[in-house]
């Protein structure tokens, strides 16, 4: 799924230029080894055919995470020299692929713009981070009997909470959410997610839980 690109490049150490393979758009929920290149800060490294040293060139490309709801346009760090000029570009470029992208796919929120691979990387660690601790959480809820409810996810980063939230069988609402959170945070205060959830919960108004996938 995820597609590449040839683009020239010429080596800063020596001067060659060649062609170099680039992602175009990195499917993020299916490419996991391109996804571990961003991580460990590989993905935009490149090496000399002529001098055989290592550089980063860096492309545009688009990321696409439907099942974490995340679509990001990152350009290269250079761009940002002129940041108004490629953000009404990028703008412009994505309206024609809005409707497919959005509805085929299940994306809901609004695209990222993004320079440089840090704020994907970034943002890419904290989901991670935010996954570990949403396992755990889960495996000590199914323990408890408790069944899980999907947050959203742009609701997740924004709130800085798991992606799910337990709840007894047969029950719903912000008071029961509230009152399973606690009982697990009891078992395991290591969570500060789950402490986020709780102040989460605490502090929203009426008892819809309005950050819960429909
Ligand atoms: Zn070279």
Redesign the pocket.
């Given at each position: 799924m995820s597609t590449k690109g040839a683009f020239r490049v010429e080596?800063p150490?020596?001067g060659?230029s060649f062609d170099a393979d680039f992602w175009t758009v990195v499917r993020g929920d299916r490419d996991l080894e391109v996804k571990e290149l961003i991580l460990s800060g590989e993905f935009d490294l490149l090496m000399?055919p002529?001098?055989e040293?290592m550089f980063q060139h860096e492309e545009p490309f688009l990321y696409i995470d439907p099942a974490r709801d995340l679509l990001a346009f990152v350009m290269p760090e250079a761009y940002l020299e002129k940041k108004d000029e490629w953000l009404a570009r990028m703008k412009a470029d994505y309206e024609p692929l809005r409707a497919s992208l959005a509805s085929g796919q299940g994306l809901s929120g609004t695209p990222l713009y993004l320079f440089g691979l840090a704020p994907l990387t970034a943002l890419l660690e904290q989901d991670r981070d935010r996954e570990e601790e949403t396992e755990v959480l889960e495996f000590m809820a199914r323990e408890d009997g408790l069944q899980l409810l999907a947050v959203k996810p742009a609701s997740a980063r924004e709130l800085d909470i798991p992606f799910s939230v337990p709840m007894p069988a047969g029950l719903k609402g912000r008071a029961a959410a509230l009152k399973a959170a606690e009982a697990l945070r009891a078992r395991n205060d290591a969570l500060p997610r789950l402490k986020k959830l709780i102040d989460a919960l605490t502090s929203l108004e009426g008892d819809e839980l309005t950050f819960l996938k429909s």
């Open positions: 080596c150490h020596c060659e000399c002529k001098c040293e």
